[in-house]
Antibody, heavy 124, light 108 residues
Framework: QVTLKESGPTLLKPTQTLTLTCSFS??????????VAWVRQPPGQALEWLAL???????RYSTSLKTRLSITKDTSENRVVLTMTNMAPVDTARYYC????????????????WGPGIQVTVSS | DLVLTQSPDSLAVSLGERATINCKSS????????????LTWYQQRPGQPPKLLIY???TRESGVPDRFSGSGSGTDFTLTISSLQAEDVATYYC?????FGQGTKVEI
């Protein structure tokens, strides 16, 4: 059974850097075709994809946020870390870690399952 | 950049009735090499993370009730709930790679 769980700070001040950790079980990031992604959702708003890392350490970032994002993996510890710099109140959202189970070899990706998410608030 | 526009933003459907949600892409989502539409549907119940329903536009994820179906072609796609159940009250999202639609809220 694949499970993921997010951890990190829940309250940040503007300009600070957010570092979130995704701890997962039930799969290995050494397995070809597998990935882990981050998606966020501001209160009452739609989903927004942020970043994705593949088994081969390939990385993809949201075009609008890529200058602020970094995603890394620790395969031996089954962890993925997302950092986002220069946080602002508009970055207040629930941040989800998600498993990317397939489609990669076709050039596609989708998200399943999702972690419970972590609510991050940015406020002075 | 590709944009996904869902319609309607919300709809109310009686129990047992059909719900239809549309997703229109600003560009084709067809991968011609594999003849697959890269279009995915999710369900997000209140207070919960999203759940995968359908990928490649038509393929139902294992365990998803068969009242959920995906259809469409080109740039226009539809998620249909054939007979709405109480547990289907949720917001539904379409997705193509790194882009999500704005969501459609389904109520009874």
């Amino acid at each position: 059974q694949v499970t993921l769980k997010e951890s990190g700070p829940t309250l940040l001040k503007p300009t600070q850097t957010l570092t979130l950790t995704c701890s997962f079980s039930g799969f290995s990031l050494n397995t070809p075709g597998v990935g882990v992604a981050w998606v966020r959702q501001p209160p009452g708003q739609a989903l927004e994809w942020l970043a994705l890392i593949f088994w081969d350490d390939g990385k993809r970032y949201s075009t609008s946020l890529k200058t602020r994002l970094s995603i890394t993996k620790d395969t031996s510890e089954n962890r993925v870390v997302l950092t986002m710099t220069n946080m602002a109140p508009v970055d207040t959202a629930r941040y989800y870690c998600v498993h990317v189970p397939g489609g990669v070899f076709f050039g596609d990706f989708w998200f399943d399952p999702w972690g419970p998410g972590i609510q991050v608030t940015v406020s002075s | 950049d590709l944009v996904l526009t869902q319609s309607p933003d919300s709809l109310a459907v009686s129990l047992g009735e059909r719900a239809t949600i549309n997703c229109k892409s600003s560009q084709s989502v067809l991968n011609r090499s594999y003849n697959k539409y890269f279009l995915t549907w999710y369900q997000q119940r209140p207070g919960q993370p999203p759940k995968l329903l359908i990928y490649w536009a038509f393929t139902r994820e294992s365990g998803v009730p068969d009242r959920f179906s995906g259809s469409g072609s080109g740039t226009d796609f539809t998620l249909t709930i054939s007979s709405l159940q109480a547990e289907d009250v949720a917001t539904y999202y379409c997705q193509h790679l790194g882009t999500f639609g704005q969501g459609t809220k389904v109520e009874i």
